[in-house]
């Protein structure tokens, strides 16, 4: 969109716009619009500029980050600021808005042609936007890593560099998170080779598996669920919402990535079944409704989801009613719940959200299901999978340890 208006006008029409298309609070709308919006129409002001000015505002931004890492303002002042920019400049360029909810700035920051570099990358790449971000956030670290041991020109890249870089992340993540780097940062490397950029034989460092301490993670205990549970206030609609949505984890082993994207069609009430695609996989599984998943199901259904055409299950609880935002969101309230409990939470001790579907699979392993059925019930692509939940069973493994009676050979004093 190619005019020029003024601040004072932008602003008036994109509150107005806050308020009519995103359903947002006339409290909200006028701490935004009289709040930060007035500092950023102060700035330009002070600058002599009455009008839209897209340069100036960048500038703005640039100060504003520069003020936030310094720690002059505190986070949310500028995540605020920083949310009213984008509005600003969204309904300039479309005329409207859109609900949308930004990732904190990246840590790892570029130098300018780093980030020409991983612009260039990621338009190559065709994936939503949360995997854009990931792949954003590996290569981000590579360059910052690369820059740390001296190397500003990705085209000095040397094998043992690249060895280098594999070897710290091995030392920091999971064992997850590990696989992902290495297949994003293969693609980089890719993307590096097809664009004559960088020729070293790379193929070899990503197909040798890395070798880590791993632990078993114990699932979440029986008891415990049920102390989530009683935290739950069901007189609300939140409560209606998140006791149908732990349900799902904990009695169909269902991902939070699942749970989000479940559609009020997925649902056969009549056979009692439930009928997803799974995410992760892509494979379609149908899973038998338990009568306290169908019971929360019909609570959340007929007495607290908002009336919309949103086709999606569970909604948000503040207006616009559209589908949770991603599955992070899930882990969150499922983690206050547990503080809420008493129960101690860590990173990666393994009691998130999915430790409900961990718990699922030692609970049919323990009761004797085959682990053919259990693949089927947790929707893996094959048995192997389901093997790691031998490993919580804890009731079988002792009927497996020998009686020291057995040894032979006398005690010597």
């Known amino acids: ?36 919006m007035k500092v950023i129409r102060d700035y330009c002001s002070a600058h002599g500029e009455e009008y839209y000015n897209p340069i100036l505002l960048r500038e703005f931004q640039q100060e504003l980050e520069s003020r936030y890492e310094l720690g002059e303002i505190k986070q949310d002042h500028y995540l605020g600021k920083r949310k009213c920019l ?51 956030w590996v290569i981000r670290r590579y360059l910052n890593y690369l820059r740390s041991i001296g190397i500003t020109d990705v085209r000095k890249i040397k094998t043992s560099d ?12 999971t064992r997850g998170s590990l696989r992902n780097i290495l297949s994003y940062a293969k693609r ?94 892509g494979y379609p599984v149908k899973l038998p409704l338990t009568e306290k998943a169908a019971a929360a199901l019909r609570d ?7 009336q919309t055409d949103c086709e999606f299950l569970f909604l948000k609880l503040r207006p616009p009613y559209e589908k949770i935002g991603d599955a992070v969101a899930l882990g969150c309230m499922f983690r206050s719940y547990q503080k809420a409990a008493g129960i101690e939470h860590s990173a990666f001790d393994g009691k998130g959200f999915h430790s409900l579907r961990r718990r699922l699979g030692r609970e049919l392993v323990i009761d004797g299901v085959p682990l053919a059925t259990i693949s089927q019930v947790l929707g893996h692509r094959d048995m192997e999978a389901a093997k790691q939940y031998i490993s919580l069973d804890s009731v079988h493994l002792q009927e497996c340890a020998l009686d020291f009676s057995l040894i032979g050979g006398r005690r010597h004093d």
């Not at 003024?6 to 298309?21: A, E, F, G, P, Y």
């Not at 570029?110 to 854009?132: G, H, I």
């Not at 690249?162 to 993540?173: D, N, P, Q, R, T």
Request: charged share 30%; proline share 2%.
């Open 300 to 306: 959340y259904i007929l007495n607290g989801r908002r």
């Open 162 to 173: 690249l060895a280098g870089f594999i070897l710290s992340c091995s030392k920091e993540v």
């Open 1 to 36: 969109m190619d005019r020029r208006i003024l601040l004072d006008d932008l602003i008036d029409q994109t509150s107005v716009c806050m308020r009519d298309k995103l359903k947002l609070s006339p409290r909200t709308v006028y701490g935004q619009s009289y709040g930060y």
């Open 86 to 136: 984008e509005r600003l400049t969204e309904y300039y360029n479309t005329g409207t808005l859109s609900w949308t909810m930004h990732k904190l700035k990246q840590k790892y920051r570029l130098f300018d042609e780093d980030k020409a570099l991983l612009e260039e990358f990621l338009q190559t790449l065709v994936r939503d936007p949360n995997t854009s971000y990931d792949y954003s």
């Open 188 to 281: 980089f490397h890719e993307f590096l080779r097809d664009t004559g950029r960088l020729d070293i034989p790379f193929e070899g460092l990503f197909s040798v598996s890395v070798t880590r301490e791993e632990k078993i993670q114990q699932p979440l205990t029986t008891q415990e669920l049920n102390r989530i549970l009683e935290q739950i206030d069901l007189r609300t609609v939140k409560g209606k919402r998140n006791l149908a949505i732990i349900l799902l984890g904990a009695e169909l082993g269902l991902r939070a990535s699942d749970i989000i994207n479940l559609k009020l069609t997925d649902i056969d009430w009549v056979r009692k079944e439930l009928h997803i695609q799974q995410q992760k996989t």
